[in-house]
């Protein structure tokens, strides 16, 4: 009986466990240890500072994709980029490990540029096994598959951060982020024989030929309104003993000025189309613009949630879990590398601990501002809590969860005819994702605004639902492009899909750089509820013409 799908998906699939094994071991403990202290091990940076550093990165991360797109599609070839990309990132993750500045600034930059080759070709190099008469009907469970198999490794990797990040510390975490990438390389080279068939440039056009200059154009265009968006604000403002922005900080500034020129070359390229392919690249823009909201809501995981699970989530565990607790002991010394005890000192002056004595902030660590005063520890008692990064991996276990189901009910859906096209099931995406804001809300609400834990299940609640809507845009979106996308644009309109995700990602760490300004912490999932419906709304208006297109694409 022959299969539904090509041999050489396995091999991309734990080819991408291990990458996203490596990316999510390192995502998930990066805003953690800008913002530990030095004394911890971390860089020391507020929480505004490192919400701007982690949105740049992973903004940037998904921004160069659309580069080595070009270059996998005009002339490296797809499997010569995903090696070449896996290796830095690899090479990254292990810098990071170094403790000090210039390694840490050097490591995000080999990252992004490994990302750049890696991510786009991957997907790109999938969707050419697919194209094959005899699997192209099951692309989209494909990509279903691809994206459950791959989020096992997100699901797995916080719980190995935590052990090596108690046991060994920091920069023993990183580098084993760096070995997981390198196992992935590893991988994707003994699975070559299944898809080096696929691995075809193709010829482009006369008129396509002067797109490698026109991408070194775009390249250094982009590089100068980069420069021009963290030096003339503050310029042209002259004002002295402070820094002065458009968008909050240098690198929000500089980063949307370098997408200006990008922003044009793709739409240069639906300007220069001919009519057959206007209306699927117009179709394919539309949905990126729509979809950057979901993504500047979703990538608060990193950020805003994780700040939520650190302070305002009951972190106690038993004993019993070992390798993911993290013990405290309560000490002045201990407490003295908190930065924050200053600003909670007199909240905490109004509690009494289980000692009967009145509790000084200095005394204890930030976790335990808003802890029911009976479950306060006496001094020197210690205590063992879940880390911080193991719910980053709640996310992917309903992704593992999930898919099975979501790919049998729209099985079912499709033997009766009645299967929604990919624009339809974005749509529902980004409903479900706007339901998952209020469940943060509600949160909110029932903690009397943080005043007392919240119970894990309210971030449990919220991952859940939100991932359903994941589940309905994010694989749905590289189902897409690979419908849509002309072949010999392939992987350049699978690098703009990940620009889409790259511009949502830095608005992400906008939006989370203003959590501490919202005093009222339901006010702010409120505003990721307005941002994903306002999205919603406009896919609803568009839908019928965008389903139109999916139409005339089956058809043809």
């Not at 000090?100 to 990252?111: G, H, P, R």
Request: aromatic share 16%.
């Amino acid at each position: 009986m022959e299969s539904k799908h090509p041999k050489g998906l396995f091999f991309l699939v734990f080819t991408e466990f291990w990458e996203r094994f490596g990316y999510y071991l390192m995502i998930g403990i990066f805003f953690l240890y800008m913002t530990a202290d030095e004394k911890a091990g971390g860089m020391g940076w507020d929480n505004a500072t490192g919400a701007d550093i982690f949105g740049t990165f992973i903004a940037l991360a998904y921004l160069t994709p659309f580069m080595g797109g070009l270059l996998a599609d005009l002339k490296l070839g797809y499997r010569f980029s995903i090696t070449l990309g896996g290796i830095l990132m690899g090479v990254g993750y292990c810098m990071l490990a170094i403790p000090e500045k210039w390694a840490f600034f050097t490591s995000l930059a080999v990252m992004v540029v490994g990302n750049g080759f890696f991510k786009p070709n991957i997907a790109t190099l999938l969707g050419n096994l697919y194209n094959d008469p005899r699997y192209r009907a099951n692309k989209d469970t494909g990509y279903n598959l691809f994206y459950m198999g791959i989020n096992v490794g997100a699901l797995i990797c916080n719980f190995v951060a935590a052990i090596m990040r108690n046991k060994i510390g920091w920069h023993g975490a990183f580098v084993t982020a760096g070995i997981g990438m390198f196992l992935g390389v590893i991988t994707f080279w003994i699975g070559m024989k299944n898809y080096k068939h696929v691995d075809v440039r193709k010829e482009p056009k006369p008129e396509d030929k002067p797109f490698i200059m026109q991408f070194v154009k775009v390249l250094i265009t982009g590089l100068a309104f980069a420069v021009a968006g963290w030096i003339l604000p503050n310029a042209i403002a002259g004002k002295e003993n402070e820094i002065f922005t458009i968008m909050g900080s240098q690198s929000t500034d500089a980063f949307f000025m370098f997408c200006i020129p990008v922003v044009y070359f793709y739409s240069s390229i639906y300007k220069k189309a001919n009519a057959e392919e206007r209306k699927p690249l117009g179709t394919m823009f539309t949905i990126f613009i729509i979809v950057i909201l979901f993504w500047a809501i979703f990538k608060q995981n990193g950020t805003a949630l994780t700040t939520y699970a650190e302070y305002y989530t009951d972190r106690e565990a038993p004993t019993a879990i070992t390798g993911v607790t993290k013990t405290f002991g309560f000490s002045e010394e201990l407490a003295a590398t908190n930065k924050e005890v200053s600003q909670v000192d007199e909240q905490f002056r109004k509690i009494k601990g289980a000692d009967g004595k009145p509790i000084k902030c200095m005394d204890y660590p930030l976790y335990f501002k808003n802890i029911d005063s009976s479950k306060m520890p006496a001094q020197g008692q210690s205590i063992n809590l879940v880390n911080t990064e193991i719910f980053q991996s709640i996310n992917p276990f309903f992704v593992v969860a999930l898919t099975p189901l979501i790919i049998a009910f729209f099985a079912f859906m499709r033997k009766r005819k009645k299967e929604p096209t990919t624009a339809t099931k974005i749509a529902y995406g980004l409903f479900i994702s706007a339901l998952s804001t209020l469940v943060m809300v509600a949160a909110v609400y029932v903690t009397n605004n943080g005043m007392h834990k919240a119970s894990a299940w309210w971030l449990i609640g919220s991952y859940g639902v939100i991932t359903v809507g994941e589940l309905l845009l994010s694989p749905m979106g590289l189902s897409m492009v690979s419908k849509l996308a002309p072949l010999r644009l392939a992987a350049l309109m699978m690098g703009g899909w990940q620009l889409a995700t790259s511009i949502g990602n830095k608005l992400s760490g906008v939006l989370a750089k203003n959590w501490d300004k919202f005093d009222n912490k339901a006010n702010y999932f409120w505003l990721n509820f307005a941002l994903l419906m306002f999205a919603f709304i406009i896919m609803m208006l568009l839908l019928k013409r965008l389903n139109k297109v999916f139409h005339e694409g089956k058809e043809n």
